[in-house]
């Protein structure tokens, strides 16, 4: 599929913001941390995307009922959905000077109950076009995995139940997405009020 960037400068996709707070000293910690056990961009990368999967459980695989949607506070808690995994990833990319964006599928059970589904999109050196990979977190079932050629994301579309990939890579999360998040006092609310297209 055909990535395009919502922004037509590659700097927005280096940008911080109030939910991609990569200048934040917490992200800029765990960035330096990971930075150690890496020797160039894709090394790195690969690291972080290993470390928000496996470091930071999924809240409806934990159980956890805080909803959490800054990078900072993802990673000091060690917890979010997928689009606060999605955000933590992103920071922890941008933090280290990889342009980096927000995607999103919708999926749906059998064809109902849809819902939007967060990604990353990243763009290394050297390379002409966006990879999305999915750091929502491996489980049975679920076998995510961090590539740039090949996609193994945790879901693949599928387009005869209403399922979508959407092609635009976010510099900022979408306004719908972000408005769930805050608003949300708990996961249990949270689920309630998923968005279920953009």
């Not at 911080?16 to 990569?22: G, P, S, T, V």
């Not at 740039?148 to 635009?168: F, N």
Request: aromatic share 8%; with cysteine; net charge negative.
């Amino acid at each position: 599929m055909q990535l395009n960037q919502q922004s037509p400068d590659i700097a927005a996709y280096l940008a911080a913001d109030e939910a991609i707070d990569h200048e934040h000293p917490r992200v800029r910690e765990v960035a330096a941390d990971l930075a150690r056990e890496a020797d160039d961009a894709y090394t790195y990368a690969r690291t972080a995307f290993t470390y928000v999967r496996d470091t930071v459980p999924h809240s409806a695989d934990s159980g956890d009922p805080r909803v959490t949607w800054r990078a900072s506070d993802v990673l000091a808690t060690r917890n979010g959905i997928c689009y606060a995994k999605s955000i933590a990833l992103t920071a922890l990319l941008r933090a280290h000077g990889i342009p980096a964006g927000l995607c999103y599928q919708r999926l749906a059970d059998d064809g109902t109950n849809p819902v939007v589904h967060g990604l990353v999109a990243l763009r290394l050196p050297g390379h002409d076009r966006w990879a999305r990979v999915d750091p929502r977190g491996n489980k049975p079932g679920i076998d995510a995995r961090f590539s740039l050629e090949e996609e193994r994301l945790a879901w693949t579309v599928r387009e005869h139940l209403g399922e979508v990939d959407y092609p635009t890579v976010y510099a900022a999360p979408p306004p719908e997405i972000l408005r769930t998040l805050r608003s949300a006092r708990d996961r249990t609310e949270l689920w309630r009020t998923l968005p279920t297209h953009l």
